[in-house]
């Protein structure tokens, strides 16, 4: 009997170590995210999106047969950041992935570079400015608020102004909280109107702690707008377009961007109000055709949506998906094609990989611009879409053709 129980015993043991050995050959990857306070929801969904790509990568073997840990940690303002990357550095992990929001990712990606770290953004859109080493070691995957600024402009030019038959060139002006996330907006958006050699009457920049939305939007009228493009956040975007509501501004069209009109919250506070608004973002997983993507992207984008429902009960936010979408890329595509799992040799590998739009489960392609231009480390293949609320609470993709799900309701 008691041989027997040696034998257990030393089974036992056995697959302890066999466990213990397979934990430590894991891959860390460091997780910062907002999991409270204003930016809380929309980064806790876009990191469980990252834990879905890590475990759905998993589930493929890993990457040559090593599993992905990720190990989170929570800045939910930008003073967290330093203690968070700290922690994270201390625990062996020398890649990390967020942030979600503008102003926790560009303190991320500035201390990933001073350190030799790699950064890979899932979801902000902000500026990171010149002390950042884009396309070096900080790579973005989701699209920058200059290309949401961009693809605004270039929609409303390109396929609403045919269908107004105004008489007169249609009068733009830019409106955006004064911050990295606002201002990358402003900077693609204006870059078009400039190149188009279009009407921009107004750029209005405000302080969200300060702004006199009445103020606003005498400027708006005493500047004869016919379309506003406004980079604001989710209570802002509202108020703003509250005051113009009740001010009846003859706006010919208004677009925004990702963090206030393509949000569901944004048409629940709204109603009626935001019928006919646009927005430029990315996609969320209920609103992309998955007969539009690769066989892979597809499979990956129903596994996703589904497991995603079942765990958190709702539907796959636009956060969520560019998490997923995201860490798939860089765990599944980027990760194996590395000679090693340093800093170096995963930039370098990120820099060499290229997949075509479409590839990935939210309708991206890969391809990062190099270091020392302009849009350095941004993902020239990301994906973007526009959004109409085409009738109360109900917003659709309408563009790009390919990916749409509803017609055009403009005008």
């Known amino acids: 009997m008691r041989a027997r129980l040696l034998v257990v015993v030393l089974m036992l043991l056995v697959t302890l170590g066999c466990e213990s050995y397979r934990g430590e050959r894991g891959i860390l990857v460091g997780a910062i995210y907002p999991t409270g306070g204003s930016q809380g929801p929309g980064g806790t969904e876009e990191y469980r999106g990252v834990t879905l790509a890590a475990e759905y990568a998993n589930q493929q073997g890993g990457v040559h047969g090593r599993p992905i840990r990720l190990a989170l940690e929570r800045a939910d303002t930008s003073d967290a950041v330093p203690s968070a990357v700290e922690r994270l550095t201390a625990a062996g992990a020398r890649v990390l992935v967020g942030s979600y929001g503008s102003t926790i990712s560009q303190p991320v990606a500035k201390l990933a570079s001073e350190r030799g770290l790699m950064f890979w953004e899932t979801g902000a859109v902000g500026e990171f400015g010149m002390q950042v080493s884009s396309g070096e070691r900080v790579f973005r995957f989701a699209p920058t ?12 030019r390109d396929q609403l102004t045919p269908r107004t038959k105004h008489p007169q060139p249609l009068r733009y002006a830019v409106v955006y909280v004064n911050d990295v996330y606002g201002r990358a907006v402003a900077i693609g958006a204006i870059a078009v109107l400039l190149e188009s050699h279009l009407p921009l009457v107004a750029r209005l920049p405000y302080d969200v702690a300060h702004v006199d939305y009445e103020a606003l939007v005498r400027r708006i009228v005493s500047a004869r707008v016919d379309v506003l493009v406004v980079a604001a956040y989710l209570d802002d975007g509202v108020k703003l377009r509250r005051a113009i509501v009740h001010a009846k501004v003859p706006l010919v069209a208004s677009i925004g961007t990702s963090s206030s009109y393509c949000h569901p919250a944004f048409g629940r506070l709204l109603g009626p109000d935001a019928v006919g608004l646009f927005a430029s973002d990315k996609p969320d997983g209920e609103g992309l055709r998955p007969d539009r993507l690769s066989p892979e992207g597809a499979e990956a984008l ?5 497991e995603y429902r079942r765990r958190f009960h709702e539907p796959m936010s636009a956060a969520a998906l560019a998490g997923f979408a995201g860490g798939w890329a ?3 595509h980027v990760f194996p094609q ?3 799992l340093t800093p170096a040799a995963v930039a370098l590998a990120a820099q060499k990989t290229h997949l075509p739009e479409g590839s990935l489960p939210n309708g991206a392609g890969l391809a990062f611009a190099p270091p020392g231009g302009p849009d350095a480390g941004a993902n020239v293949l990301a994906s973007t879409v526009i959004w109409e609320w085409v009738k109360v609470e109900t917003r659709a993709i309408v563009w790009p053709t390919m990916f749409a799900t509803h017609p055009l309701v403009f005008p």
């Open 145 to 156: 608020g200059a290309a949401l600024g961009r693809a605004a402009v270039i929609f409303v």
């Open 330 to 332: 860089l765990f599944h």
């Open 338 to 340: 590395a000679t090693d």
């Open 302 to 306: 129903k596994w996703a949506t589904a």
